[in-house]
């Protein structure tokens, strides 16, 4: 079957000196794999250029449900990228996201209200002029929402431990090991409350900065029941800001 769709470039691998394998987040399904063959060649459709990580197109393909890998015969931008290419934290950022939407979205599930989110937060990467640093934790915890295991938040939550196990802020200390301390539990019960407008309203450092992170990738683990959620990008994340 052939139809047009939008989609969000995840992931590509070298398939042979002239083909290779792309992931793609279309609108219209799950994540998809797609061969496609001769690319940067003089009469391709598709350019390298074309797939950079969380770049917005709009494709026409071909789905077989008989084939694991499907094939794209034409591809062109959708929502151009201003920044994120030429800004370095930016373009850290979209890789460590494209990372992790490539690890934990499935194949085959439709989902068009996470699909208009991740639309909506790349436009807002790209556009973003102030507390670019925290743009990806912010992110993390909004993803947590349209995921399943949003975090449990009361007004009276600041102060508190963070229960990465059951998702919840607590005054007391946890009884088992799978909690933040009080200090960091603050900073993501104020992370929770910031949108992308407002993202240079917590001033953090390096060490800060990367130990959320780190904590937020623990809880993505234990609730995506994975043994861990390990990105090769957060290294590059963590050098950024020392």
Known sequence: MQFKTKGIILHHVKYSDSSIIVTIYPEEYGRVA??????????????????????????????SPKREVQYIKEIRVSQPHFTIPFDPIKNSIALFI???LYKIVRHGEKDVVLFRFLEESIGKLD????????????????????????????SDNENCYFDLLNGCFEKEKPTHSQFVEREFGQMLYRISRLDYDCLDALPMNSGQRNKILSSILEYYSIHLHAASVSLRSVEVLQELWH
């Open 34 to 63: 797609y061969l496609v063959h001769g690319i940067n060649r003089k009469k391709s459709n598709v350019r390298a250029a074309l797939l950079l990580p969380l770049s917005i197109v709009s494709m026409e393909v071909t789905h």
């Open 98 to 100: 494209s990372e992790l």
């Open 127 to 154: 556009s973003c002029a102030k507390g670019i640093g925290n743009f990806h934790l912010v992110f993390l915890i909004n993803l947590t929402k349209l995921l399943g295991f949003e975090p449990r938040i009361e």
